[in-house]
């Protein structure tokens, strides 16, 4: 148990809806980042936030957003969906105080557009 | 830039076989390095790292030693057992930010025969 808890675990939703993935990271880690895993994209990064701020974003699509809340727990917001959005999305979390920090991953969001 | 090449697969060997898998990165400064592994149908989970040249992360039977002469990283395992089968992920984090995005290989797939 790496300590980044994602919700829901498999989702399955239409195309041209809306989801939203949640991710509590590790106690006192101050990064999230997210990312997505495709059969023939690999891991892609999509965004991180540092202490409730964008820090850096990646390949994320515009129908995509995120964010950090206060509490640290972050969201990711897939909108007007389409069936090549399906994929795992991994959330994961890094104390970030220094370098060389390990970055712990969740289990993952299954994620089904159908 | 920042990247990572890892041997493609799949890999296929038999029990108890001797296991190489070859990671080499191109990075400015001094990143760490950090080789996940991905079980079927499970999340992400942290193998081994390495923060600095000469280190050698060891986790499982397995080890990596950080070659900064040759960029690097490549995986051993003496003895590999069937419940090795996995994708394993090479991955560095540059070392210039404390909070910088972890940068993946493109994984390799292997595969034990008892």
């Known amino acids: 148990d790496s300590g980044v808890t994602q919700t829901p675990k498999h989702l399955i939703t239409a195309t041209g809806q809306r989801v939203t993935l949640r991710c509590s990271p590790r106690s006192g880690d101050l990064s999230v980042y997210w990312y997505q895993q495709s059969l023939d994209q690999g891991l892609q990064f999509l965004i991180q936030?540092?202490?409730?701020?964008?820090?850096a974003k990646g390949n994320i699509l515009e129908r995509f957003s995120a964010q950090q809340f206060p509490d640290l727990h972050s969201e990711l917001n897939l909108s007007s969906l389409e069936l090549g959005d399906s994929a795992l999305y991994f959330c994961?979390?890094?104390?970030?105080?220094?370098?060389?920090?390990?970055?712990?991953f969740g289990e993952g969001s299954w994620l089904t557009v159908v | 830039g920042n990247s990572v090449t890892q041997m493609e697969g799949p890999v296929t060997l038999s029990e108890e076989a001797f296991l190489t898998i070859n990671c080499t990165y191109t990075?400015?400064?001094?990143?760490?390095l950090f080789w996940y592994v991905q079980y079927p149908g499970e999340g992400l989970q942290l193998l081994l790292k390495?923060?600095?040249?000469?280190d050698k992360g060891s986790n499982k039977g397995f080890e990596a030693t950080y070659r900064k002469e040759t960029t690097s990283f490549h995986l051993e395992k003496g003895s590999v057992q069937v419940s090795d089968s996995a994708v394993y992920f090479c991955a560095l984090r540059p070392g210039y930010s404390s909070a910088s995005k972890i940068i993946f290989g493109s994984g390799t797939r292997l595969s034990i025969r008892p």
């Open positions: 994961a979390s890094s104390v970030d105080r220094g370098g060389g920090n390990t970055i712990y």
């Open positions: 390495a923060t600095k040249a000469d």
């Open positions: 936030y540092y202490n409730g701020e964008e820090r």
């Open positions: 990075a400015t400064g001094y990143p760490s």
